[in-house]
DNA sequence: CGTCCACAGGAATGACGGGCGG
DNA sequence: CCGCCCGTCATTCCTGTGGACG
């Protein structure tokens, strides 16, 4: 059975309607294909990456290490701090949130006092936002800013000794706050429990970074890696089965080829085994398929939904970016379209300036601009490396890290820096080759 | 074999807006 | 309203450096 048979009824009353009105809306037309089209899709939220499913193939021995971590907290004693290693989309986030909700129906059964806290630390930023989720985990009211760390701190630690009881806190992605912010944050945290006289805390790291530990402190590594455990990449076969798995219960049955699930698993395992990755081909490829109207979800759709997200990507990345972020980026653009095969720091600044010049704005420094550069290099915009030119100095070579085409549509697009697409800046003139 | 280019990239510092507590 | 502390962006000054050239 397609669709409930209420609902049926009402999908043909509403055809009925508009054939009468004779389709006056646009949108109408569009809200109608959708609703005859038997939808692709049984479950669209079990393809998001968020999404914890019942049963996580291929990651029963970490599972259970976890388990056997946390367990001490139904009888009320403190477990070990853990450090979970492993790239993106190896299944680190899935399975800690897994075993905690786990552990919190067994901790309701047994009314033990246990809360928990989950931070991915790159969405919060920065220390101060670390805190402040971790306070409101507990019901401690703190501003969004304002405060003095060390307040935020204190507050913390009264919301703990009140909440007396045990309170995990999770925090993902905490290679990226290390980087940016030291370590400092993650070794008050350690220590937090010498200072509380009921509650206790303990602290799950994940990260993706293997050279984590580099990062830290040997104090704050003793006593944050108590445990700790690494996420292998899956390989083909395993994704398949991940995919096999979540496809069955969100497609409708015999939308999906086989060969298109193999390819899928396929793409994902190259790059890097990302589990995340290819649960994203598989629900846009079933958008896609969904949209035209397709029977059954094939390789194209795959190969498809591939380039599709690579583009939503940059236009998201290029969407949010600062002014002179996109000069810098439209520099390298017009570099590499009078294909000048050694784009370097030092023309692209030339061409920045001229850029600002141009359109009215004082240009930033080369430093800054050198660091803008790396900025686009992290978000994958820019490819960049470090190079030696002997006698003529060591610089860096720059290319795009996207297609020109996209770069190129992009800036067409951009209200603000659209004309630049026909400027020849001086500095082009005559050095242009083909 | 030393020099010296053209930068990389760290550290210190400042300007600025947001948001507190008092 | 003030003074304080944040985070962010940017500048200034700085030291470091791989390797072709002389």
């Not at 899709?41 to 290490?65: G, S, T």
């Not at 899928?264 to 081909?281: Q, Y």
Request: with cysteine; glycine share 8%; aromatic share 8%.
């Amino acid at each position: 059975m397609f669709i409930p048979s209420d609902i049926e009824r009402r999908v043909s009353a509403c055809l009925e309607r508009s054939e009468s009105v004779k389709e006056t809306n646009v949108l109408e037309g569009v809200f109608n294909h959708f609703l005859q089209n038997a939808s692709v899709f049984r479950d669209r939220e079990i393809l998001r990456h968020d999404y914890v499913p019942e049963n996580l193939p291929h990651r029963e021995e970490q599972i259970r290490f976890l388990g056997e971590i946390v367990a001490p907290v139904l009888k009320g004693e403190r477990c070990s701090n853990v450090l979970i290693y492993g790239k993106t989309g190896t299944g680190k986030t899935a399975a800690v949130k897994y075993v905690l909700s786990k552990l919190n129906q067994k901790a309701q059964e047994f009314a033990s006092s246990v809360s928990f806290c989950y931070i991915n630390c790159r969405w919060a930023g920065t220390e101060y936002r670390v805190l402040s989720t971790m306070c409101s985990a507990l019901g401690v009211k703190v501003p969004f800013t304002g405060l003095a760390l060390g307040e935020v701190f204190d507050r913390l630690q009264k919301g703990l000794d009140t909440q007396n009881g045990i309170f995990i806190a999770v925090l993902d992605e905490i290679d990226a706050l290390v980087k940016t912010h030291g370590d400092t944050l993650l070794y008050e945290l350690t220590r937090v429990n010498e200072a509380l006289q009921f509650g206790k805390t303990s602290i799950v790291g994940i990260s993706n970074d293997l050279r984590f530990k580099d990062f830290l402190d040997p104090r704050v590594l003793s006593s944050l890696s108590e445990e700790e455990t690494v996420f292998k990449p899956y390989d083909a076969a395993e994704l398949r089965n991940i995919l096999l798995d979540r496809a069955k219960s969100a497609f409708r049955g015999g939308m999906l080829s086989d060969s298109a699930l193999s390819l899928c698993a396929a793409l994902a395992a190259a790059e890097h085994g990302d589990a995340r990755r290819a649960l994203d081909l598989l629900r846009v490829a079933g958008e896609l398929a969904e949209r035209e109207g397709a029977r059954i979800i094939t390789d194209e759709h795959i190969r498809r939904a591939e380039t599709r997200i690579e583009h939503d990507r940059v236009v998201e990345a290029l969407k949010n970016l600062p002014a002179h972020s996109k000069l810098v980026l439209f520099g390298v653009y017009l570099l590499v379209k009078v294909n000048i095969a050694r784009a370097i720091t030092g023309e692209i600044y030339e061409i920045y300036c001229e850029l600002c010049e141009h359109v009215g704005l004082t240009p930033l420094t080369q430093r800054r601009v050198s660091g803008l550069i790396n900025e686009l290099d992290v978000i994958g915009l820019l490819n960049t490396q470090v190079v030696s030119m002997g006698r003529y100095g060591r610089t860096k070579k720059i290319r795009l890290g996207v297609a020109r085409s996209i770069i190129r549509r992009m800036f067409m697009n951009d209200e603000r820096f659209g004309r630049l697409v026909k400027y020849t800046p001086k500095f082009l003139v005559g050095v242009s080759g083909a």
